[in-house]
């Protein structure tokens, strides 16, 4: 997916690092957001929360669930580093949108503008992820990046709110054929049917169905664009319809969404992995009435087809053959846990 080659220098490696450790943090809150304070949204409402069927968690799924405002919903790009001025034809920022103080005060109803200060917007600050999160509630895009202003020290910054992407989908599809080998000049050179499939294989390329549409699209077009840059980034789309969270970055895809446990498969999992049954519950759920939810993350990896061959000559195209099938499942620990580390649970194809 980013394209960017693994020689770096050790300032490089540095930065990196830097960039992994804040990733992680961030990953952590937006899971919350995303799916456990949607949940309860849910709950306090006195709305029934619809779980996820485990055929829309297998490749090519098109299943379609219902908008709800219940559902926190957002995009946040976070870039190692800055990103190219040359891009803000298709990933639009600009002055009047960069968090300053007097750009927040015409967002309605975010009051924090008054309290704001410029060192609330670097991730460094304590108060950095709470900043975002009120910020999220009100705004569909938001872009983190290594600090433009300073050049010594691995500073990232949310510099931009109302970030919007405006990237074509032919384009990002002809990106994606030309970097696989299977077009050399144009996205139509081998036909318009050829060049419609080539499009929806892009989605595809992302866990999407090619019928989906606002922030699924807009995320997986950023992702695309972002991956020809010469560092990593990594795109969070928090989509209500899917109920998940897709993440795209250097490392694949995955969709993180909410499985709702019995007690019994409670203690299994407890007995599995050598633990008491409270102390696993502490560690990994949230409470319901009558179960509990934990957080899972399906890893999706790359077929052959969606990988660039080897001998670098052009190939054919073969719609029916997967650009993507499901490598892992993970339950995460619930966010404080920072003692506990994400376990296998497999669920998807098992037939509980």
Partial sequence: MWRSGARLTYYEKLRRSVYKILRDALERRLMKISL????????????????????????????????????????????????????????????????????LEYLADFFLYKRFHQNLKHFENPGFLDFLEKLLNIDYALLIQQDPSVKKINRYSLTHFHVKIDWPIADA???????????????????????????????????CHHSVGGRRTAGLIAAQLLGNLDFISTVFVSSSESRAMYKYSELGVSKFFLIKLTRKQ?????????????????????PSERFHIGISEAYYNHTKYSKPPEDGKLRKLKPAYNWLKLENELLHPKVDALDAKPIVYDWVYTSS
């Fill in 36 to 103: 456990i304070d949607s949940f309860y949204n849910y709950k306090k409402t006195g709305v029934e929360y619809c779980f996820l069927d485990k055929s829309e968690l297998k490749p090519k799924s098109k299943k379609k669930g219902k908008e709800s405002d219940l559902f926190s919903r957002f995009i946040v790009i976070f870039c190692e580093g800055v990103v190219s001025r040359k891009l803000k034809n298709y990933v639009r920022f600009f002055p009047e949108n960069s968090v300053v103080k007097k750009n």
């Fill in 266 to 286: 409670i203690n299994a999992l407890a007995q599995r992995e050598e633990m008491k049954v409270q102390t696993f519950i502490s560690k990994y759920l949230y």
């Fill in 173 to 207: 599809a002809e990106d994606l054929a030309k970097w696989l080998r299977y077009i050399q000049n144009n996205l139509y050179e081998n036909g318009d049917e050829d060049a419609r499939i080539l499009q929806n294989k892009l989605f595809e390329y992302y866990a």
